[in-house]
């Protein structure tokens, strides 16, 4: 039996985050996990300044053709950055590689996960990634592009088996958040059974934060 609106699945949005639980979806101008027993959300969670997340390669790995929708994590050093060309200066100079305008354009919320992690709630925060899920859920196939409309009725049917999907996104989120958060709903409720996926090799980050991805 899934447990009800102790968990809950989070995605980021225009207005913010989108979090999708059994009984309810909503968005949320800020982040905060204190009314629910686990969160899985589609954002790194482990910063490193040193080589890249082993998480993230191995989950490129397995998406394939689909791998660039996992962006590089960006290092810590640069989170406090304010503009591009700051920032891809701070990276570079912390781990010797840039970050590109896609990964900085996510370090805001990058860093308003960063400050709520710790290692005593990690088991609580978990990052997930919605396309493995996805992928996961299609027999380890590839999907169209969730952008597309054979792609996003392809992520409903996938979802329905688990959830009743609401026909449209609330506002100040889009059709494809709505899928993802229910794709991170879905990975927190497997992880919460321990049924899930972990990409990763056990690497902590300096804070001691384990950087996985689960599905």
Same mark, same amino acid.
């Given at each position: 039996?899934?447990? =009800?609106?102790?968990?809950?699945?989070?995605?980021? %949005?225009?207005?913010?985050?989108?979090?999708?639980?059994?009984?309810?979806?909503f968005?949320?101008? &800020?982040l905060?996990i204190d009314?629910?027993?686990?969160? @899985?959300?589609?954002?790194?969670?482990?910063?490193? *300044?040193?080589?890249?997340?082993? +998480?993230?390669?191995?989950?490129r790995q397995? $998406?394939?053709? &689909?791998r660039?929708?996992?962006?590089?994590?960006?290092?810590?050093?640069?989170?406090? %950055?304010?503009?591009?060309? &700051?920032?891809?200066?701070?990276? #570079?100079?912390?781990?010797g590689r840039?970050?590109?305008?896609?990964?900085?354009?996510?370090?805001?919320?990058?860093?308003e996960?960063?400050?709520?992690?710790?290692?005593?709630?990690?088991?609580?925060?978990?990052?997930? =990634?919605?396309? +493995?899920?996805? #992928?996961? $859920?299609?027999?380890?196939?590839?999907?169209?592009?969730?952008?597309?409309?054979?792609?996003? $009725?392809?992520?409903?049917r996938?979802?329905a088996? =688990?959830f009743k999907?609401?026909?449209?996104?609330p506002p100040?989120?889009?059709?494809?958040?709505?899928?993802?958060?229910?794709?991170?709903?879905?990975?927190?409720?497997?992880?919460?059974?321990n049924? =899930? #996926? %972990?990409?990763? *090799? @056990?690497?902590?980050d300096? #804070?001691?934060i384990?950087?996985?991805?689960?599905?």
């Amino acid at each position: 039996m899934y447990p =009800h609106d102790e968990i809950a699945g989070v995605d980021g %949005c225009k207005a913010g985050w989108i979090v999708a639980t059994f009984g309810d979806v909503f968005v949320i101008p &800020s982040l905060s996990i204190d009314q629910f027993d686990r969160v @899985g959300i589609d954002m790194p969670i482990g910063l490193t *300044d040193g080589p890249p997340r082993a +998480c993230d390669r191995a989950a490129r790995q397995y $998406l394939g053709s &689909s791998r660039s929708s996992v962006f590089p994590a960006p290092p810590r050093a640069a989170l406090t %950055c304010t503009d591009y060309r &700051s920032a891809l200066e701070a990276a #570079r100079s912390a781990t010797g590689r840039g970050i590109s305008k896609q990964t900085f354009n996510t370090m805001r919320k990058v860093a308003e996960v960063d400050q709520l992690i710790d290692p005593a709630n990690q088991d609580v925060l978990v990052e997930v =990634h919605p396309e +493995c899920t996805f #992928r996961m $859920l299609n027999g380890d196939r590839s999907l169209p592009s969730k952008k597309t409309v054979d792609g996003q $009725l392809l992520r409903r049917r996938l979802l329905a088996d =688990h959830f009743k999907i609401p026909t449209i996104a609330p506002p100040g989120a889009a059709l494809d958040d709505l899928f993802d958060a229910y794709a991170a709903l879905l990975s927190i409720s497997r992880f919460q059974r321990n049924e =899930h #996926r %972990c990409f990763g *090799d @056990g690497q902590r980050d300096t #804070r001691g934060i384990e950087m996985r991805i689960v599905c």
